[in-house]
């Protein structure tokens, strides 16, 4: 009975060593802002996706950034933790317009999105940023991203 508990806090000692080695190494990151605009407006919805690109690793190059863009068009990408930027390298820039505004749900009632949001988020459907592939550099990026048609 003795040698039994003793396995199992040795077997519970190796896999909690395993996993703090596996989870504690996190690659670097360097903070990335910047705006979205369209037609040099401001775009106020939506999602900004840093994916990153790596010769050596094609099936899993890294951790995705990702970013809501603020009601003003600006954005702040988050890979691990809150604002922390991107991986260093290339990266593939993508922009997710997400569903149509569905309003919001208060003072116990359903309100309809504003006429202003439907009619922004109908002229951003299908566009995407012009710039495709950027790079991220140690220290703090500022990257302006503007939207165009396919």
């Known amino acids: 009975m003795r040698s039994l508990t003793f396995n199992h806090v040795g077997l519970a000692t190796a896999c909690c060593l395993m996993f703090a080695g596996c989870t504690a190494q996190q690659s670097a990151t360097a903070p990335v802002q910047g705006s979205v605009t369209h037609n040099g407006e401001p775009v106020g919805l939506g999602q900004v996706v840093f994916q990153p690109v790596s010769a050596e690793d094609k099936n899993y190059p890294g951790k995705p950034a990702?970013?809501?863009?603020?009601p003003d068009g600006n954005y702040t990408l988050t890979t691990f933790d809150e604002g922390d930027g991107a991986l260093l390298g290339k990266h593939r820039v993508t922009f997710e317009l997400g569903p149509q505004p569905a309003g919001e749900y208060r003072d116990g009632k359903q309100h309809p999105p504003s006429p202003e949001e439907v009619k922004q988020w109908r002229a951003l459907r299908?566009?995407?940023?012009?710039?495709?592939?950027?790079?991220?550099?140690s220290g703090k990026n500022s990257i302006d991203l503007e939207l165009v048609k396919r």
């Open 126 to 137: 299908g566009l995407v940023s012009d710039t495709q592939e950027v790079e991220v550099v």
């Open 66 to 70: 990702r970013a809501t863009v603020q």
